[in-house]
């Protein structure tokens, strides 16, 4: 008998997105559009992401343009970029708006990493839970005789490769990104 551990692996797929869509809000000193990604201006009485409303360009290596097509977005945006608190400095000119991202000191950089690190730590959090909704699912298969118990540290065991496996990939993800804080 085979144990159906798909369910599991999409999980453990979808942490691993999650977290390389958590880290690239963190901003690295380097112009990225991703860092707009969560950024929700009000326009037309809606919120709706800059993305939807503005072409992002990455001017240079320290700064974004936006460029609204609907001129009337350029406070909104501005506004938003502002109240979202994300550590940059936003100008408006007759094009629309610049983002500029500042150097960043050794003490941001250190504090962006265990932003980095605490982010890790939630996405093995979930890992965790998801392992033991798996591991108690095997269990009660087993009580209710529907696998052997052999099977059941066999499954056990098979899980454990998938977790470690799942881990290895976070650590990867998070040695790139403090690669990028620390430059």
């Known amino acids: 008998m085979q144990y159906d551990f798909s369910t599991f692996k999409t999980r453990s797929a979808e942490v691993a997105a999650w977290l390389k869509t958590e880290f690239a809000g963190i901003h690295t000193g380097r112009a990225t559009p991703s860092l707009l990604d969560k950024v929700m201006i009000d326009s037309y009485d809606a919120k709706t992401p800059i993305q939807h409303v503005a072409s992002i360009s990455v001017e240079n290596a320290r700064s974004l343009r936006i460029v609204p097509w609907d001129k009337k977005n350029i406070k909104e945006i501005e506004k938003a970029i502002g ?12 094009q ?87 430059g």
């Open 83 to 94: 109240n979202a608190k994300l550590g940059v400095n936003v100008s408006i000119d007759d």
């Open 96 to 182: 629309g708006v610049r983002v500029s991202f500042p150097e960043l000191t050794s003490e941001n950089r250190q504090m962006l990493v265990k932003l980095a690190r605490a982010k890790l730590e939630d996405a093995r959090v979930t890992l965790k839970k998801e392992r033991e909704e798996v591991w108690n699912d095997i269990q009660k298969k087993e009580r209710e005789g529907e696998i052997p118990e052999d099977d059941k540290f066999r499954f056990k065991d098979e899980l454990q490769k998938l977790i470690d496996t799942a881990h290895k990939e976070l650590e990867a993800i998070i040695e790139r990104k403090e690669k990028e804080i620390i």
